[in-house]
């Protein structure tokens, strides 16, 4: 089992509609939960970022981690055309200079 | 807002050549890493380095090397590029000692033929 596996997608939405990507992973050491938005032709950027279990929201982005479950989640509320763009989940121990564990990523496509 | 600056945006190389792919930035960031992404295979990092003439391997080391002479600029050498190094390679860097906010450069697509 791969230590982090993410829907290889690719999605597509309508505007407006709610999109959820989601994580699972294996490893019990992994206490920071990561979402990186890579925009076609650029490198990825830091979009969420929560530490252990819970929910996270800023605007219209929920991020959730389950640890009992080892799944992390990232929801999208009114999904724009500008929200297309491949999504990375990424996840870390904590300790200092951890390494990130990327997932592959997943495409999504809001049509307007 | 930190900006990471990769040298290239594409580059072609024959096989056998050695490649020198440059990344400089510019928040006196501690740490400064290589990954490569690939379809279907995500991204993978390479090597990383958390202080100057510092290096350590990454999950796919073999067939690259590093250096970091300066604080602010992290090289990744191809010694003699191969086809399977054909990639999208990402710079990035952190700061301090937890790396779950990463700052990537926008990347140099090679292809070695």
């Not at chain 1, 597509?12 to 990507?21: F, K, M, R």
Request: proline fraction near 4%.
């Amino acid at each position: 089992q791969k230590e982090v596996e993410q829907d290889p997608g690719p999605l597509s939405v309508p505007e407006g509609a709610i999109v959820s990507l989601n994580c699972t992973y294996s490893n019990s050491a992994f206490q920071y939960f990561m979402w990186y938005r890579q925009y076609s032709r650029k490198g990825p950027e830091l979009l969420m970022y929560t530490y252990s279990s819970g929910n996270k929201e800023d605007g219209r982005f929920t991020a959730q981690v389950d640890k009992s479950s080892k799944y992390i989640s990232l929801f999208i509320r009114d999904s724009q055309p500008s929200d297309s763009a491949t999504y990375l989940c990424a996840m870390s121990p904590s300790g200092a200079n951890s390494k990130l564990t990327f997932g592959k990523g997943i495409t999504l496509s809001v049509r307007p | 807002d930190v900006k990471v600056t990769q040298s290239s945006r594409y580059l072609v190389k024959r096989t056998g050549e050695k490649v020198f792919l440059e990344c400089v930035q510019d928040m006196d960031h501690e740490n400064m890493f290589w990954y490569r992404q690939d379809p279907g295979l995500g991204l993978r990092l390479i090597y990383f380095s958390y202080d100057v003439k510092m290096k350590e391997k990454g999950d796919i080391p073999e067939g690259y090397s590093v250096s970091r002479e300066k604080k602010e600029r992290f090289s990744l050498i191809l010694e003699s590029a191969s086809t399977n190094q054909t990639s999208m390679y990402l710079c990035a860097s952190s700061f301090g000692l937890s790396n779950e906010k990463l700052f990537f450069g926008s990347g140099t697509q090679l292809s070695v033929l």
